[in-house]
């Protein structure tokens, strides 16, 4: 179990009962001295935190004079254009969106495991496994609208007719396995460098600075690789064919 992080532990001391009430009503079993999770909490910072960032960046763009903020986001932006066209294509930037908001918030919580007595909440399974079923319902709603019900489901069967019956239970176990796919390789990832970057950083702050750089690019390198794969499974479902 992990240590309750101080900022929970504010959370639990003065917020316990509307926590209590919620998890109530959805019938989860719960500790009611203790109902806030760290995930939990440092999602809500993570959430904060960005929209303090934008705050701060709204008033601030300028077509003549950007700052530095507006650069790095505008870096942002071009490089997820760009993934956008070469994995989804032009149709594809209209989920743009979408696929900004999951590489932010990834990033975001990614990297707020480097701040001395936070964690990063995707080293937690719940917060992976969420993103990945947001992910799984959105690809999956983007096929249908974009092609219709019928025409989605036929991509199940393959391109073959007689290959259907062997096709169409390949491919559900292969979509099932995709939100897994992308909790796992999320989860792991963060856990394990939390863990080593913390492990060194217990001996010696020389030892565990290098460890805390391999954790920020690790940070970037799993936020890009989840919404990558994101726009594949968009493309993927949205593709039409001719």
Do not use: C
Not at 158 to 172: F, H, K, N, S, T
Not at 186 to 211: D, I, K, R, S
């Amino acid at each position: 179990m992990h240590e309750q992080l101080w900022l929970t532990a504010i959370f639990n001391r003065y917020l316990a009962a509307p926590a209590n009430a919620i998890l109530d009503a959805v019938h989860v079993s719960h500790n009611p001295q203790r109902p806030w999770a760290n995930f939990v909490t440092m999602e809500i910072v993570v959430a904060l935190i960005i929209v303090v960032v934008f705050a701060i960046l709204r008033p601030q763009l300028s077509m003549d004079r950007p700052g530095k903020l507006q650069h790095i986001f505008e870096v942002i932006y071009d490089f997820l254009h760009g993934q956008t066209d070469e994995a989804v294509g032009h149709h594809g930037q209209q989920y743009l969106p979408f696929f900004g908001t999951l590489f932010i918030f990834i990033l975001f919580a990614n990297l707020i495991g480097v701040v001395p007595t936070f964690e990063s909440p995707t080293m937690f399974p719940a917060v992976p496994a969420g993103l990945a079923v947001s992910a799984f319902l959105f690809y999956n709603y983007t096929g249908i609208r974009e092609n219709g019900v019928g025409k989605y489901l036929a991509h199940f069967a393959g391109p073959m007719p007689l290959l259907a019956p062997l096709m169409i239970p390949i491919e559900i176990i292969s979509h099932l396995a995709r939100p897994l796919s992308l909790t796992i390789r999320l989860y792991a990832n963060m856990f394990a460098g939390e863990q080593v970057t913390m492990a060194f950083l217990g001996l010696t702050f020389v030892f565990g600075f290098p460890f805390m750089g391999l954790h920020i690019f690790v940070s970037f390198l799993q936020a890009f690789v989840f919404t990558l794969l994101t726009m594949i499974y968009v493309g993927g479902a949205t593709a039409h064919e001719h």
